[in-house]
């Protein structure tokens, strides 16, 4: 079980350390206030997840598995290409949903795959799926 675990809490850090790399690549270029703000508060949200996580991770003896580094390149030079030109808040939005939509897939697969871990841990991971939907939808009135 200890297993599952680890693999369940790793799956909501790798969710949380590149949906923070994504807001970092593209908060610069977000132009309307309340845009930045909603960004912003994501981040905020993300770091405060990573930090949790780091610990649960750690009660369990281990450490974070970080984002590989071709998949944070390959992810930076997505954000730098779709940015190329002519960058509106409308397309930085699109973008971050694309993310997030990807983000709520992948939850939603591990949590499917992880049936021996404790409730707690699966109410953690509906509350994620919950926060990241709610996002989305914060996101929906830039488009």
């Not at 675990?5 to 590149?18: D, I, P, R, V």
């Not at 930045?36 to 993300?46: E, S």
């Not at 998949?71 to 954000?79: G, H, T, V, Y």
């Not at 926060?131 to 009135?141: R, T």
Request: charge should be positive; aromatic fraction near 8%.
């Amino acid at each position: 079980m200890k297993k599952q675990m680890l693999s369940l809490l790793n799956a909501f850090y790798y969710n949380a350390a590149l949906g923070a790399d994504a807001i970092r690549g593209i908060l610069s270029k977000a132009q309307n206030e309340h845009f930045k703000l909603t960004l912003y508060k994501q981040l905020q949200y993300y770091q405060q997840q990573k930090d949790q996580l780091t610990q649960q991770i750690q009660g369990l003896y281990d450490v974070p598995t970080e984002p590989g580094c071709m998949l944070k390149l390959w992810m930076d030079l997505m954000i730098r290409w779709k940015m190329a030109c002519h960058v509106t808040d409308e397309k930085l939005a699109k973008m971050m949903m694309q993310g997030s939509q990807m983000g709520i897939i992948q939850l939603v697969q591990h949590l499917n795959h992880s049936e021996k871990v404790p409730a707690q841990l699966q109410i953690q991971g509906q509350k994620i799926l919950e926060h990241e939907q709610a996002f989305v939808n914060e996101l929906k009135p830039f488009l």
